[in-house]
T-cell receptor
């Protein structure tokens, strides 16, 4: 069984459109994340959620709106897509929050490749 | 990322050792990580080290940590073709992982 799954795997759309990417984890984890990987493979945190509550928003434009209907799901909705949004978006989860004195392994989904034309 | 730096490329002959170096800035990171990304896939955790340790060995993998210089390295012994991938170093400030830009390792026969 896939631990962290994302849909769709590929998404091609026109500038200005609104799209969503879904993420589900079946690991029973409390914390979920969205990362963006650009064309140079640079990977950067976008959002962190713990128990459905937002704990990190890394200066992401407000066109991006994450939604966590329950602890197993963290979806990413993007309004008014721009060319610069083209990237691979990774969802991840961990048992509890990562960082500081906590080691909680993050498990990554397979990624969603978004191409904005 | 700007806080974690790695060299971008490494080419190694099959059977040789690979060494990937990383420098980080966040002194609050109690754990430091190495992740591996194969083509078209997500990241998977390779290994990690507690910041009070100098070295950790896990089969073919050896992690060295110099906390004073904030320098981390990953050595892969007897590198195989299946080791060709991008390797990311990561520090762990609160609530997230901060990744380096990744080192693309190419294993040649």
């Amino acid at each position: 069984d896939t631990a962290v799954s994302q849909t769709p795997k590929y998404l091609v759309t026109q500038m200005g459109n609104d799209k969503s990417i879904k993420c589900e984890q079946n690991l029973g984890h409390d914390t979920m994340y969205w990362y963006k990987q650009d064309s140079k493979k640079f990977l950067k945190i976008m959002f962190s959620y713990n128990n459905k509550e937002l704990i990190i928003n890394e200066t992401v434009p407000n066109r991006f709106s994450p939604k966590s209907p329950d602890k197993a799901h963290l979806n990413l909705h993007i309004n008014s897509l721009e060319l610069g949004d083209s990237a691979v978006y990774f969802c991840a989860s961990s048992q509890d929050v990562t960082g500081g004195e906590n080691h909680n392994e993050q498990f990554f989904g397979p990624g969603t490749r978004l191409t904005v034309l | 990322g700007e806080d974690v730096e790695q060299s971008l490329f490494l080419s190694v002959r099959e059977g040789d050792s690979s060494v990937i170096n990383c420098t980080y800035t966040d002194s609050s990171s109690t754990y430091l990580y190495w992740y591996k990304q194969e083509p078209g896939a997500g990241l998977q955790l390779l290994t990690y080290i507690f910041s009070n340790m100098d070295m950790k060995q896990d089969q073919r993998l050896t992690v060295l940590l110099n906390k004073k210089d904030k320098h981390l390295s990953l050595r892969i012994a007897d590198t195989q073709t299946g080791d060709s991938a991008i390797y990311f170093c990561a520090e762990s400030p609160l609530y997230k992982l901060s990744f380096g830009a990744g080192t693309t390792v190419t294993v040649r026969a």
